[in-house]
Structure formats: C-alpha cells, structure tokens
C-alpha cells in the first residue's frame, strides 16, 4: 500500500498566521532545521535521507479489492491457520514426545522437551526481522514458497528423528524458520489487493488461526492414537504441501520501487530503520510485551499434561484448546471493533486489561479442582488473547507512523522470541523438581501483570511529546513571525531614508 508521504520536500511554503504573505524564499527556515525539533522528540515519521519521490504508475494505483484478491485471501487464511493451528496445539504432541523419549523417572524430561515447542514458538518470531527484507528484495510469492518448502523439509524429517537432540534442530528451527517465512508475506499480499477492505480482510485472515486451533487438536489426537507420533507428522506434512500450492498465488500488483542512485549507506539505513528506536513510547512498547510473554505460551505447552495429572488421562483434555481458539477469534472481531473508538495510544490499555486477564487466569489453572472451572478459565484467556493480538497492528500505527509500522511490528516480533522461547522450558524445570505444575502457572502470571504496568506509562509518555512538539511548533511560528515583523519594519526605514534624502 503505498501512502502520501506527509514531509513531502515539494511543500515548503509557511504562512504567516492570521496574514496572507507568504515567507519571502530567503527568509525560509532550512529543512534541517525543520526537522531537528522532530528528531529530538522521537518523533518516528521523519522521512529517510535520500528517499526517491514515489512513482507515478504507484501513486495512480488502483486496488482490485476482490476478485483475485479473495483467492490471496483464502490462501492467506490457510497460512495462518496451518501455522499457528499447529503450534498453539503443540501441547497434545508434547504429552506424545514425553512418552517417546523417556519415562517418568528421567529428573529433567518435562524441561528437554519443552524446549521443542518453545523453540519452535520463538523461532517464528525470531526470524520476523529478516523475513521483512526478504519480502521486501524478493517478493512475497517466492519468500512464501521457499518457506513453506523449507517448512515440509523440517516436518518431514521430525518424523524420522529418534532423539530430542535432532527434534530441536529439525522441528524447532528448521520447520519453524519456514513457518515464519510463509506467515510474514501472506499478510504483506493483502495490501496489494485489498485497501478499502483490507480491516475486514484481515480479520478473516487472522480468523483462520482460531478456526485451526478449534479442530486441530481433535484431528491430532485422533491421528496420534490411530497412527502414531511419527505418521502423524507426515500426514501434518499435507498441510504444508498445500501452504506451498497457496504461496504461488500470491502473485504482486503493486509496481516495483524504480532503482535509485542511493549510497550504500543510505540503502542500508533503509532497510534496517532506526527511526522507530526514536519514539520513547514504541521503545516502552517494544520491551513491555516481551516482560508480560514469559508466561504467555506455558499453557499451549504444558496445560495437557497438566490436566492428565490433575484429572487423569481419560479426560478430554482437547476442550480446552478448543475454547480457547473459539474465544480468541470471537475476541479479534469484539475488541477489533472496540479499537476503533479509543483515541490515539489510548489503544494500549486495551492490551494492559488482556496482560492483566491473561495473567489472573494463569494464576488461576492451579487452583481449578474442577474441569468446568478450567474450561471457564480457558474461556476468559481466550478472549483477552485476540484482544492482544488484534490491536498489535493498530497500536504501532499510532507510535511510529505508517511509514515505519512493518518494521516496527518486525522488531517487536523478534523480540517477542526471547520469553517464548524462555517460558516452557523454565515451567518445565519447575515441574520436574516440585513434582507438580502448581508453582510453574502460578509464576507464569506475573510477568503479564508487570508488562501491562509498563504499558500504561505509554500514553503519559507520549502526551508529553506531543505537548512539548505543540510548544515547539508555536515558538517557530513566533520566530517567523517575529522576522517577518523585523524585515517589514526594515523595508519601511529604508523607504523613509529615501523619502528624507530626496526632500
């Protein structure tokens, strides 16, 4: 999607408020005194040295808004449903792992095995970073296509490993790192159909993850119990052939970017943006969720075996993914919609409430001796779960501005990899030496809550930039208009010199 660049250098003309002259061409303030007020108060829209004027055929672009477009669509959909169905049902393939590569008397099972879901987890987001420059220098078709082909290659070669050692590298990195490059280009594709619509597509779009997340653990357990671990991994491996047959239609629309005479600094200063580091309030942003996610994907690991403990093998335990992937897409379209009617960064306490939820009803597993309580708990962190994730997109808009939003969203996401990748090994550390789950959940409520009071200093922050800006820009205003003064007054001396010199 391509967006008029609001410091377009075309427009440099300031008039004097309340009069009608324009400020004489000598007298015009420099452009880089211009921005140096934004640059000291982070401000993230200040436009890159050397950017070429965007060209005429993109500015003239028109959006089909369908017709192809819902065939990216749909394809769009299964990325993120095959993606995410999968890891967020990981916890049914962790309790077949445990039984596969040890026995209850091994004293850090629960914790080596964790590490296969949690690096998988963390290695989609890790890697956001670079799937964006990938995007950006080969498009999304081919960056879609040779992820999901990388993607089948690690799942088909999980299903012949026989020690966790290999599962780590196989699943956890090589199958993740294509997840991520097949997810990251089928939300940059839509842009290029879809722009009146484009909400509306990419509610559907994310859907498709919560709709995955509902059947897929019963299609896991009735495959693990009928075919077994590794068949059931070559038959998930169907899945990713048909996500490589997706990735070929997402064929681009939008015009190339012509090749520009830029420096090789400046090319680099484009692809790796520092602008966005300059906005206190995205730098705020940017390490509080990482805080609150130590905890986030514990249940999706550890919440089955959990349940097998506390309320025995027989029970059916796949409920609870299904509840919580029913109310998290019911969850995306509610605060979706509520989104659009908080102001500004005032967005960001939507998401403190969901880290404040999220973080009771993990404190709360431990405590349920009843599986209906459970089924209430999974319930509530299903909603406020699409409440965090649906208003991500949303809230770097308003921090960091249009023209930087990918990379900021990339750099949070790669951040986010960390406490993913950190969390179910460390509950499941917990576990092996208390002997329960007990402590693990109760831990893994605290980071949500410490992350959402980081959160909420996000609009004070950026209140103050705003207010500071505001009294920048009226100095200025003053100052030219206190030279225009001066220069009127000079002009008027010099015109009564000469009335006095001909008398």
């Avoid at 061409?25 to 880089?32: G, L, S, W």
């Avoid at 004027?53 to 669509?73: Q, T």
């Avoid at 559907?204 to 009928?226: D, E, R």
């Avoid at 208390?434 to 959160?455: E, K, N, Q, T």
Wanted: charge should be neutral.
């Amino acid at each position: 999607m391509t967006e008029e660049n609001p410091l377009d250098p075309t427009s440099t003309k300031q008039e004097v408020p309340g009069g009608e002259q324009e400020v004489p061409e000598e007298q015009e303030v420099p452009e880089e005194q211009q921005e140096a007020p934004r640059k000291q108060n982070g401000d993230c829209s200040e436009k890159p040295p050397d950017k070429p004027p965007a060209p005429a055929e993109e500015a003239g672009f028109v959006h089909p808004e369908g017709g192809w477009g819902w065939v990216v669509m749909l394809s769009s959909m299964w990325c993120n449903g095959t993606v995410f169905g999968i890891q967020n049902s990981f916890g049914l393939l962790f309790v077949e792992l445990l039984k596969r590569f040890g026995t209850e008397n091994d004293a850090d099972l629960r914790f080596r095995t964790a590490w296969v879901g949690s690096l998988a987890m963390g290695m989609i987001f890790f890697c956001s970073p670079i799937v964006s420059i990938f995007t950006d220098i080969f498009g999304c078709r081919i960056t879609a296509v040779g992820g999901a082909a990388v993607a089948l290659v690690g799942l088909l070669a999980s299903s012949f490993v026989e020690s966790l050692g290999l599962m780590y590298f196989t699943y956890g990195v090589v199958f993740a790192c294509g997840c991520s490059f097949s997810y990251q280009p089928s939300l940059v594709i839509l842009g290029h159909y879809f722009k009146k619509r484009l909400g509306l597509v990419n509610g559907i779009v994310t859907a498709g993850s919560s709709v995955f997340t509902i059947l897929m653990p019963y299609l896991l357990s009735g495959l693990l119990s009928s075919l077994g671990f590794q068949n059931t991994l070559r038959v998930l491996c169907t899945l990713i052939f048909v996500l490589i047959l997706a990735g070929f239609s997402y064929r681009p629309l939008l015009p190339p970017k012509p090749k520009s005479s830029q420096s090789g600094q400046s090319r680099l200063r484009q692809v790796f943006n520092t602008n966005i580091w300059k906005s206190v309030g995205y730098r705020i942003w940017a390490f509080g969720i990482p805080a609150a996610l130590y905890g986030y994907f514990v249940p999706y690991v550890h919440l089955m075996k959990h349940v097998e403990e506390r309320f025995g093998a027989d029970t059916n335990k796949e409920v609870l993914l299904m509840c919580i992937g029913i109310t998290s897409g019911i969850g995306r379209l509610i605060f979706g919609h509520v989104a659009d009617y908080v102001k500004g960064v005032n967005k960001v306490f939507l998401q403190v409430s969901s880290f404040f939820v999220i973080g009771v009803m993990s404190m709360m597993i431990p405590l349920c001796n009843i599986f209906g309580g459970l089924i209430a708990v999974c319930l509530l962190m299903g909603l406020f779960d699409g409440c965090f994730i649906c208003i991500m997109a949303p809230i770097a808009f308003e921090l960091v501005g249009a023209d930087d939003v990918s990379q900021a969203i990339g750099c949070l996401l790669g951040l986010m990899s960390v406490p993913m990748v950190a969390g179910p090994p460390i509950a499941g550390f917990l576990r092996d030496k208390l002997g329960s789950y007990d402590v693990a959940f109760y831990l893994a409520g605290i980071p949500p809550l410490i992350g959402g009071v980081l959160l909420c200093f996000i609009p004070w922050v950026e209140l103050k930039r705003q207010r500071a800006e505001k009294k920048e820009a009226q100095s200025r205003d003053q100052d030219v208009t206190q030279k225009m003064i001066e220069q009127e007054k000079t002009r008027e001396n010099a015109k009564s010199k000469e009335l006095d010199s001909v008398v």
